[in-house]
């Protein structure tokens, strides 16, 4: 129905005499529009209390992985691992929409504190014993202990401290996979002297930070579920990102289900043209299904760079931050970009940051939202992305004798058992 018969039936409505007849059907359903609303909003409300109710009321720990002098295991061995978190229970309907119950989520940590590098795993208390027996089974020399929140020691004043903050983003949708350690070789296995570890740069930077200077990296994980809104329905859930790799790989193919012309067909599908793709095309088509294949994670990153007024340094630490992550990028694939909630840029006069109020509340804000660890429920939550094990196995996992940074701390000696034929 064009504009023009919209407009002429609602004139006609109205010289006709209807609008009398509208206006009171109007205010008779008004209180049922009215109790719907409000039942929706009281909903909302209601949700995120017991959710914020039931965050507080469970205890979190941090966990430090202290590295074996010796590692020869590839990034295979963190997948493993993070298969062991890939949980998808929700808990019963009961327990979601009375108890506030949520799906676990973590957060992989690698932070530099004046060049001390450390590798953490944020996670609910517990929850860490299941997270220690994956560990200890892929890295038998590891040392794991107990940290305490380091977030917590820097209290944001802006007359002391200057914080740069951002959350990244995907260059391409959700499909497109990142440069992983499959593409630099690490899964052969290769002598050490011949990785290619991406992760080295990260680390060898963060060694190299100052005093009154820190570098923390978030990267907080939650198993991927089929629940997301389906585009045009009401209550139909389902998986867009499974959706999204079925459009992307149909539009470099060039395929159009809903189009029936002769030509070559593949399970019943006309092509608009004979699909002959270039290697270019078929790398890409392959790489996106193989993403598909594996166990895949909600992921958002947060990055932030904190020193003291006198020792922050722009080109240093935020090219730092946001070049330590293109390591993983790809032209033809995907990569990390600056995006999401990022620090105010841009402003060139006095007046359109006074007094830098902006800069400053959004220092605060960031700083809390990454105490709290929160990315997926308000009211810090923000834009994610999915990563599969392997990507995330990529940017998360204990490097090898490679990785020489001098501020990475590792078990200076390997631990053996005891032999069994001891004398009592």
Known sequence: MSYESIAKLISSAFDNSLAPIILHYVILASPIILAILLAEMFWKVWVRYIQLKFFNSLKYTILELKLPKDTFKSPLAMETVLHAIHNTADGSHWAQWWLGETRPWYSLEIISIEGNVKFLIWTEDRRKNNLMSALYSQYPGI???????????????????????????????????????????????????????????????????????????????????????????????????????????????????????????????AFRTSPTLTRGESDLIEAIERKATKLVFDVGIRTLYIAKK?????????????????????????????????????????????????????????????????????????????????????????????????????????????????PV
């Open 143 to 269: 040392e794991i202990s107990e940290h305490e929140d380091y977030s917590k020691s820097v209290q944001f004043d802006p007359k002391e401290w200057k914080i740069w903050a951002s959350e990244f983003q995907f260059t391409k949708g959700d499909p497109y996979p990142i440069k992983t350690y499959v593409d630099y070789g690490l899964d052969k296995d290769p002598k050490e002297e011949f990785k290619i570890d991406p992760l080295t740069h990260l680390l060898e930077w963060q060694s190299s930070l100052r005093p009154n200077e820190q570098v923390w990296f978030q990267f907080i994980v939650r198993a991927h579920k089929k629940d997301q809104k389906m585009p045009g329905h009401l209550w139909k859930r389902g998986d867009l990102y499974k959706k999204g790799v079925e459009t992307e790989v149909n539009k470099i193919m060039m395929r159009d289900p809903k189009t029936k012309l002769v030509g070559d067909e593949i399970d019943g599908t």
């Open 310 to 422: 006198s020792a922050f340094d722009t080109p240093f630490g935020i090219g730092g931050c946001i070049s330590s992550m293109k390591q993983f990028n790809s032209e033809s694939l995907n990569g990390f970009r600056p995006g999401g909630s990022k620090m105010p840029g841009g402003l060139d006069h006095v007046w359109e940051d006074y007094r830098n109020s902006r800069r400053n509340y959004f220092s605060r804000r960031i700083l809390m939202a990454y105490r709290r660890r929160s990315a997926f429920y308000p009211p810090f939550k923000t834009k994610t992305m999915i990563l599969n094990t392997e990507e995330l196995a990529t940017i998360y996992h204990l490097p090898g004798a490679v990785a020489g940074a001098p501020g990475l701390t590792r078990v200076p000696s390997k631990k053996g058992e005891a032999p069994g034929n001891l």
